[in-house]
């Protein structure tokens, strides 16, 4: 399949495929992120997430569509406003459902997973009856659009390069909090000992209930990210649940690191061999080769030792 | 622990000839061929919630690939089928006559090598059963060996749904893609479209079912059964008892996969075609659904449960479109948190001691009733 082409137009194809993979890796880490809290530390298994995501989606096809309308000398910088209202609205209705359902459901993780999956068919019929079955897309600012030019035969996209540092500096957010805050301690040791964490005084309610809002939030800013590469759509979470589920267990579920490593390592593959086949195949080997990997490494590539 | 030495005690065997007569005689009888048709359809998923409820409900492994053998005995089913709908003679306005239709649409000009066997019934008919046991018993051998289960054995059989799914639509000029395999006429020779065939179908269908749940009874009662659920509840004392784990669960896996696929390959006979819509993530939760809603633990619940949730699907999405999913999402939050032993649960806790005390007070007033519960291998808390 190399044969047709020359080593320099190789490498061209390798870096512009690497750049393209990029926003999926984008929005392929910032989903995991936010599963690998709420499925790494809480073990929840939130099959909703797509659908979180999704709302941050909507939430960001409304904002421009309210900039646009209202205020057509801020569209330049509708996104900063929608990504912020996208983590608040996906954050909240976290916080919301892990009150009225998740909280019942710690004792039981597989029943977590039937649970939220019902969730995730009342939010898709939902979003189904509020915004129409119809699929929407968001309008680029013109400064987003465009592409920048590295050398003769590599051309990088900018919002991926945006989507990209804004992938680094919420990963670099996220790490601080989780593991230099008071707060992100207060989970650690809810998700070590419950019982311990209660009877030195940390409220592990509200600690669980932010955490659960903290991972939605996160896929609501992954729905912003999303709105770049394809149109929203009530059933598009979906289609990124099991991936998502495969980069977190495949980076190793309590590792920031892994997940970040396993994401990109997945978006790269899969779009490096887009190039070459076509899209289901270079999916279908992807996958393949992940899941005999998982055979053969169960805990996934980035394992924290624990003793259980 | 009491165990039962009987093959069924009092109360199943009530429920055995309860769902005998429905099946067997009060739906037949009642509704026309078109109604019964789509009961025929609902029970071949009802094989695929027996199925779950040995390997989840008893032996604890949550597979959400179930899908993936339902469509895989369907597809060898359909295959034959297919083969023999596009024999020389149907087909001569092809470019090339002898193969089926899709495959001429997608320029192929012979018959793949894997398709060549499903010429002969036996081969197929070894083949419904065979295929799924083989990969199930390959994806439950690596990694059940490797001891890995719970919530990542449920992911990674999610992720072979969805790789099975990608595949078959994308392989259009093999599988026929999107569409799946269409236009399937006759089984060796004998028409599968008249309501006379359809008839019989169902009643070839439901004695399957019968021989299922008796299978399924009888795995439970021996002592493999037994093992399920200690493997369940105390995984390592099983382990450090000297059974090898993994194998148990190997065969639990094996086991609902060859059910799984038996329904595949009656729903193929019973609709008239095959598409990877019945194979990939969505229709495997919901066979999970079937399970859960008539109660994980209860062969019996498992077969009423799917009907029950087929056919409000049915009703609520003829009448009310918009409504059903999220009817179907809300029976199952409620179901998960309110009822985890759905319907057969509900029997078991209100229904059943009410109908125990009744006749027992008719019989002698001073009769305390046994505590069942551990006997019917109802999870501890």
Redesign the interface.
């Known amino acids: 399949m190399f044969g047709d082409y020359s080593l320099s137009d190789l490498g061209a194809i390798f870096a512009m495929q690497g750049f393209a993979g990029l926003i999926l890796f984008s929005v392929y880490v910032l989903m995991a992120l936010g599963l690998a809290i709420i499925f790494g530390q809480m073990g929840v ?1 939130n099959m909703a997430h797509g659908e979180f995501m999704i709302l941050g989606a909507y939430v960001t096809w409304m904002t421009s569509n309210v900039f646009q309308k209202y205020a057509p000398w801020l569209f330049p910088e509708y996104f900063f406003a929608a990504m912020i209202l996208a983590f608040i609205a996906s954050g909240a209705l976290g916080m919301l459902v892990e009150w009225a ?1 998740i909280r ?2 710690y004792k ?4 977590t ?3 939220t ?6 939010l ?3 979003y ?2 509020i915004f129409g079955a119809r699929e929407v897309g968001v309008e680029l600012p013109a400064w987003m659009m465009g592409s920048w030019q590295a050398t003769d035969s590599i051309q990088i996209p900018i919002n991926g390069m945006f989507v990209m540092g804004l992938t680094v500096l919420i990963t670099i957010a996220v790490a601080y909090v989780l593991f230099w805050s008071s707060w992100g301690k207060q989970v650690r040791a809810v998700v070590q000992n419950r019982v311990m964490a209660g009877a030195v005084g940390i409220n592990t309610e509200k600690v669980d209930r932010y955490t659960f809002g903290l991972g939605c939030g996160i896929a609501g800013v992954a729905g912003s990210a999303f709105t770049m590469i394809g149109s929203t759509g009530p059933t598009a979470g ?1 289609l990124y649940i ?1 991936d998502t ?2 980069v977190v ?1 495949f980076g190793g579920a309590a590792s920031l690191l892994g997940t970040i490593a396993s994401a990109f390592t997945i978006s790269q593959t899969d779009s490096t061999l887009e190039f070459f086949m ?1 899209g ?2 270079a ?2 080997i992807t ?2 080769a ?2 005999a990997i ?3 490494r ?1 805990q996934g590539l980035f394992a924290l030792k624990v003793r259980k | 622990m009491i165990i039962n030495s009987r093959f069924f005690n009092r109360s199943e065997l009530i429920g055995f000839l309860t769902l005998a007569l429905l099946l067997f005689v009060i739906l037949p009888l009642s509704l026309d061929v078109f109604r019964l048709n789509l009961v025929a359809k609902y029970l071949t998923y009802a094989f695929v919630a027996i199925g779950l409820v040995m390997c989840w409900g008893y032996g604890g492994i ?1 597979s ?1 690939g179930q899908g993936v053998f339902f469509g895989l005995g369907g597809y060898c089913m359909a295959m034959y089928l297919k083969l023999e709908a596009s024999s020389v003679a149907n087909t001569k306005i092809q470019s090339t006559p002898g193969i089926p239709d899709f495959m001429d649409w997608n320029q192929l000009t012979q018959l793949p090598f894997f398709w060549k066997p499903f010429h002969s019934l036996p081969i197929t008919l070894a083949a419904i059963i065979l295929v799924p046991a083989f990969f199930s018993f390959v994806i439950g051998a ?2 059940f060996k ?3 289960g ?3 054995f ?3 059989t ?3 749904a ?2 099975l799914t ?2 078959i ?2 392989q259009q000029g093999y599988t026929g893609g999107i569409n799946g395999i269409t236009d399937l006429r006759t089984l060796h020779g004998w028409d599968i479209r008249t309501d006379h065939a359809k008839f019989i179908l169902y009643f070839v269908e439901v004695i399957l079912l019968f021989a299922c749940i008796v299978a399924a009874q009888f795995i439970r009662l021996t002592k493999l059964g037994r093992i399920l659920v200690a493997m369940r509840e105390q995984e390592d004392r099983v382990r450090f008892s000297g059974y090898s784990v993994a194998n148990f669960k190997i065969f639990a896996f094996c086991a609902a996969a060859v059910f799984a696929a038996i329904g595949g390959a009656l729903f193929t006979l019973e609709v008239g075609f095959m598409s990877p819509s019945f194979v990939g ?2 229709p495997s ?1 919901e066979m ?2 079937y399970t ?1 809603v008539g109660g994980r633990l209860s062969i019996f619940g498992a077969v009423y449960g799917t009907l029950l949730v087929n056919f409000a699907k049915t009703a609520l999405s003829e009448s009310f479109p ?1 409504l ?3 009817g ?6 409620g179901v ?2 309110a009822f ?1 032993n759905g319907l057969a649960g509900i029997w078991q806790d209100y229904i059943q001691p009410r109908i125990d005390r009744l006749m027992a007070a008719r019989k002698n007033p001073t009769f305390k009733l046994p505590d069942n519960s551990v006997a019917n291998g109802a999870p501890a808390e």
């Open positions: 298994i359902l019942h459901l039981r993780p597989l029943d997973l039937l649970a999956w019902g969730l995730s068919l009342i898709q019929q939902a189904r009856s979906q099991v589920f495969l267990v076509s289901s195949m999916k279908v996958l393949l992940i899941v998982l055979m053969m169960p | 949550l959400l690596a990694m490797r001891r890995v719970g919530v990542y449920a992911i990674i999610q992720a072979i969805a790789i990608i595949l639509v994308g993530i969505v939760i999970v659904i859960a918009q059903w999913l999220f179907l999402g809300a029976l199952f939050i998960v948190l985890p």
